[in-house]
């Protein structure tokens, strides 16, 4: 057995004996003539290609400038390990030794990477003729591989293993080495924010304690131009408009196990805004109505992004005016003696151009009508370049696809534009299964299986089964969000539910069927309608329980219809830094069944990062109320629980409640409401150990019952008491799922409430 390493493959490909014998070939002034051309020593190479690479005529003068060439061009074949060309009077001998075969392609010394992925990478095949050139162009590609995974200290090496029958082995033998981690990021011109606060920025990261289960600190090449994108957008964002990277240094330690890698930053000064103004230079088209919707203020911080809303507010009002060909022009004038920067809007009028066709590649599975339903443009409308890149947001925002590039040329003539929609698919349907766990709740097991995208059209379908300590859960849903061809999201949930209580004191089960559709009513509204029928029922009511519970035990079927109207700011996004959110729902049981109920929630919400980036503030308010009608009383199942809507109380842990029976039993109640206001911030440790802390306060109540009369015959207290809570939470997210830890206290309760000062949550799928 014969291995020959990878360098001396080079050095043979070198020195391959590609010669003529002294004294047997012309010199320059001569000439000869081979009236035969003999080839010797080829097996796998048929004779006809040997000559075709050769191409030395026969019997006509040839001199050495015409051998020499016909070498060069066997050399160049590659498939050939020697080559000799031998003179024999009026025959020329090609005398040549073919590169074996490659019988089989090994990898050894790889652990990190597994041989399939490898054997993708490479072009060097089993069955063909062995090539050292190529063998380490693959070589050469695997030590590429694993430096984009941080291991720059790999080494991998091309070696062949000689067999019978002119075979041989391909092995490449790889050194994966260590991890090249990011042992310091450091800045120079930073005067505004610390090197802390600027590593926070990047999407690359400093080598920290989590090393192990952080990758962003290994040296990827390609995420430094990302980099430095995301500190110039951090900058400007803040008022720095000059805002330049100069450099970026990267240097590697001797050991190559480390780097050392400086940005080198011009900040600039800071501006505000001065002057805002909106001119028209379109004839007929007055300006006023324009200039109404920009949200910038004199005095105000500059950032690009207000700038971008504010036009994108501006177009959608030429869209409304049916103006075509509108341009939103942002011209800014710097004073950096002032530090103002005035900005000016002018509308101007743009090329008269239209959409010629929409092309669409790249989709192997999705179909072309779920793509171009997200384009509000067809072919022959006027081309909108900001609804064009509106549209490929929203073909992005499918989850479809991991990658998906649209792109506009020159159609058949300067007036028309090609838009060009190219998308890479991946996969969309998941089989999971996940573990949580809650002190109040205990340990969950969920196995999920869903298809986001199935068979091409859009749509969604998923099975999920679930189980905890108190409760065992089945669910199928099935969406068409694009039903009878138009915005119109059709659904279908067919739904089981068991729960027993916290004290295994009684049992509920529910079994659920709700078809349903939605459709927008407004540019950030909607509106759904669905039905549901539902049998519920309430069993194993101990005889300790309340006898308001003893006396609603049974089955009883729900009828109802009912609707919900959301509206997000979010669904246009013109407001990058605040959400805001309001639903509003109805459900009225009675059209058939045993339910004679009306109920009504609200919700109303807002997420904000204005004050500062890096703290979000959420507020929340809701209420809710069921009213029974045609002398129906309301039970368990139809009244609201507490749920998790104050925290620093447990489930069940408020509300009205018989304290007559042994049970203590909790009964829910009619009427509930709630607000909550919640801080997350950074702490002070690095960002790429993934822990926020946040603050939080709450307060609310539950209360109303149709029937008060206790076990003892004394009426229940189901007035409305105010509880109230205050805690803070630590957010980590770890490479096992997301981990919440709540500590609170209750400040205002009933002696009868059962708290909860600590609370921790933990999600995963595996």
Not at 43 to 52: D, F, R, W
Not at 172 to 185: A, H, M, P, Q
Not at 322 to 339: D, H, K, M, S, Y
Not at 543 to 569: H, N
Request: hydrophobic share 35%; aromatic share 10%; proline share 3%.
């Amino acid at each position: 057995m014969e291995r020959k390493l990878g360098k001396g493959a080079v050095a043979l490909m070198a020195s391959l004996a590609m010669t003529v014998p002294a004294g047997l070939m012309p010199t320059p002034a001569q000439a000869v003539v081979f009236n035969d051309i003999r080839v010797e020593g080829n097996n796998q190479i048929e004779t006809g290609a040997v000559l075709s690479y050769l191409d030395i005529p026969q019997g006509r003068d040839v001199g050495a400038g015409d051998i020499n060439a016909g070498l060069q061009r066997l050399q160049n074949s590659g498939l050939f390990e020697t080559v000799e060309l031998v003179p024999q009077g009026g025959t020329l001998v090609v005398r040549v030794s073919e590169y074996p075969i490659v019988n089989r392609i090994n990898f050894e010394g790889n652990r990190r990477i597994n041989d399939e992925r490898l054997a993708e990478i490479v072009k060097s095949q089993s069955r063909r003729v062995y090539q050292p050139s190529q063998a380490i162009a693959d070589a050469r590609t695997i030590a590429e591989v694993y430096a984009s995974e941080g291991r720059l200290a790999a080494r991998v090496d091309p070696k062949i293993i000689r067999r019978g029958n002119n075979n041989v082995d391909l092995v490449f033998e790889i050194k994966e080495g260590d991890v090249t981690e990011i042992e310091r990021l450091s800045f120079t011109g930073n005067r505004a924010f610390s090197d802390r606060r600027l590593r926070n920025v990047l999407q690359t990261k400093q080598a920290g304690l989590l090393r192990t289960f952080i990758r962003r600190d290994t040296f990827a090449p390609e995420r430094i131009s990302l980099d430095e994108q995301l500190l110039t957008d951090f900058y400007r964002s803040r008022g720095y408009a000059d805002f330049k990277v100069q450099g970026v240094a990267s240097e590697i330690a001797r050991e190559r196990d480390a780097f050392f890698i400086t940005f080198n930053i011009q900040e600039g000064p800071r501006y505000r805004f001065g002057n805002v103004t909106t001119v028209s230079e379109i004839p007929g088209v007055d300006a006023a109505a324009f200039a109404a919707q920009s949200r910038i203020k004199r005095g105000e911080v500059y950032n690009p992004s207000v700038i971008d809303v504010s036009i994108r507010r501006m177009e959608t009002i030429a869209i409304q005016q049916q103006l075509n060909f509108v341009n939103i022009e942002p011209r800014v004038t710097r004073n950096a003696q002032t530090g103002l920067l005035d900005l000016t809007f002018a509308l101007t009028r743009g090329q008269r151009v239209f959409v010629e066709r929409i092309d669409i590649e790249g989709n192997t599975t999705t179909l072309d009508e779920v793509i171009r339903r997200q384009f509000t443009t067809v072919e022959g409308d006027p081309f909108n370049a900001r609804e064009i890149r509106n549209s490929a947001e929203r073909v992005r925002a499918l989850g479809y696809f991991a990658d998906a590039q649209v792109n506009t040329r020159e159609g058949s003539d300067p007036s028309q534009v090609v838009v060009g929609v190219n998308v890479e698919e991946q996969p969309t349907g998941s089989l999971s299964f996940g573990a949580s766990y809650g002190v109040s709740s205990g340990v969950g097991l969920t196995a999920s299986l869903s298809e986001r995208n199935f068979l091409g059209r859009g749509q969604t379908v998923g099975v999920t089964i679930s189980t905890d300590s108190d409760d065992r859960e089945g669910d199928f849903t099935f969406i068409e969000p694009f039903f009878l061809g138009r915005d119109l999201k059709a659904g279908l949930n067919l739904n089981y539910t068991a729960s027993d209580d916290d004290d295994g004191d009684y049992n509920t089960r529910s079994l659920s069927f709700k078809p349903s559709l939605e459709f927008p009513v407004s540019d950030n509204g909607r509106l759904e309608v669905r039905y549901t029928i539902s049998e519920n029922k309430l069993d194993d009511v101990d005889e300790d329980s309340s006898q308001i519970l003893q006396d609603e035990a049974g089955t009883r079927l729900s009828s109802a219809l009912g609707y919900t109207y959301s509206w997000d700011s979010r669904r246009t996004g013109l407001d990058p830094l605040n959400a805001y959110r309001l639903r509003f729902s109805q459900d009225i049981a009675g059209a058939g069944g045993d339910t004679k109920t009306i109920e009504t929630s609200v919700l109303a919400g807002v997420e904000s990062t204005a004050w500062r980036d890096d703290v979000t503030l959420r507020a929340e308010v809701e209420a809710g109320a069921v009213y029974a009608y045609d002398d129906y009383d309301t039970w368990i199942i139809d009244r609201f629980g507490t749920g998790s809507r104050v925290r620093g109380f447990e489930s069940g842990g408020y509300g009205p409640r018989d304290i007559s029976a042994d049970n203590q039993d909790t009964l829910g109640g009619n009427y509930y409401w709630a607000a909550r206001a919640e801080a997350q911030f950074p702490i002070g440790l690095p960002e790429e150990y993934g822990i926020q802390g946040g603050l939080f306060a709450d307060v609310g109540s539950l209360w109303g019952l149709d029937n008060t009369v206790g076990t003892d015959g004394t009426e229940i207290d189901d007035d409305m008491y105010v509880r109230a809570a205050i805690g803070a939470s630590i957010y980590w997210t770890t490479p096992i799922g997301p981990l919440r830890f709540n500590f609170s206290h209750a400040v205002r309760k009933e002696d009868y409430d059962e708290v909860q000062n600590f609370d921790l949550t933990i999600q995963t799928t595996f």
